[in-house]
């Protein structure tokens, strides 16, 4: 059950970007609707992460950078401790997505690496038997006959989480990529595929020209994601909702603690 705006006091939500069309999607509204405002730091164009304290949930989003190209993006090294603080002093909850996630790993102590082939597509994840237990993941996907529960995500990634951090519960994988969603401790989560993906999400990103090349690479045409991701909205939707009214019971925990 999604936590009501009263349950809630008026919250603060810190998102980290990499990109500008790398934004919350539908993550966005469906936060601001349970009375978060969300304050946006665009980390690429030089923005400073501001003091942690005053919000109660981070979101880190995806980017066209790998988490190793400090000397490229030297700000990826801040954030990196900054991320670090928040998970392991403060405590709070965190959702990374794409390399939002590998961003997590890292900071961690984890290890992100480059994929023999990039991921690209809507493509089924397998939910590992310990999501059924997971306070954001449990639930989320139907157990398909005899085996485990699936569900269908966008991915549009090169590299990938190799080693997680200490403490880690892996909770969704595919064939080629065995960290596909995950939790570190208590309240920090990663997903590699996009959970905020919406109708525009692909025509967009198509038009960011490492993307495009990616996807030339290894998928085909933009169209064809797009169709692809059509099919499968209300599915994301559905996904979408499930994991942001987990982050709400996330962020209630967090401040009943003594």
Do not use: N
Not at 199 to 205: A, F, K, R, Y
């Amino acid at each position: 059950m999604t936590p009501s705006p009263r349950e809630l006091r008026a919250g603060r939500v810190l998102v980290l970007q990499h990109h500008p069309l790398e934004d919350p999607g539908s993550l966005g509204p469906l936060l601001a609707d349970a009375g978060f405002s969300l304050t946006v730091v665009e980390l690429d164009a030089g923005e400073p992460v501001p003091p942690l304290e005053p919000f109660q949930l981070m979101l880190a989003m995806g980017g066209p950078m790998d988490v190793w190209e400090q000397g490229e993006h030297p700000w990826l090294a801040g954030e990196k401790r900054a991320i670090r603080r928040w998970v392991e002093e403060l405590h709070r909850p965190y959702l990374g997505v794409c390399l939002g996630h590998q961003l997590l790993a890292e900071a961690l102590g984890g290890e992100v690496a480059p994929m023999a082939e990039a991921e690209i597509g809507v493509l089924e994840m397998e939910l590992t038997p310990e999501a059924a237990h997971d306070p954001l993941f449990a639930g989320l996907a139907p157990t398909a006959g005899d085996g485990p529960p699936v569900m269908a995500g966008l991915q549009w990634h090169g590299a990938q989480v190799t080693q997680p951090p200490a403490g880690t519960v892996v909770l969704a994988r595919t064939e080629r990529c065995a960290v596909e969603a995950m939790r570190v401790g208590d309240c920090a989560w990663g997903v590699q595929f996009h959970v905020e993906a919406g109708p525009s999400t692909v025509p967009l990103w198509a038009t960011v020209p490492e993307y495009e090349r990616t996807l030339a690479a290894h998928f085909g045409s933009a169209a064809a994601l797009e169709a692809g991701v059509a099919r499968h909205l209300d599915a994301f939707d559905t996904a979408a909702r499930h994991l942001v009214s987990g982050l709400l019971r996330a962020v209630l925990s967090c401040e009943s603690r003594p």
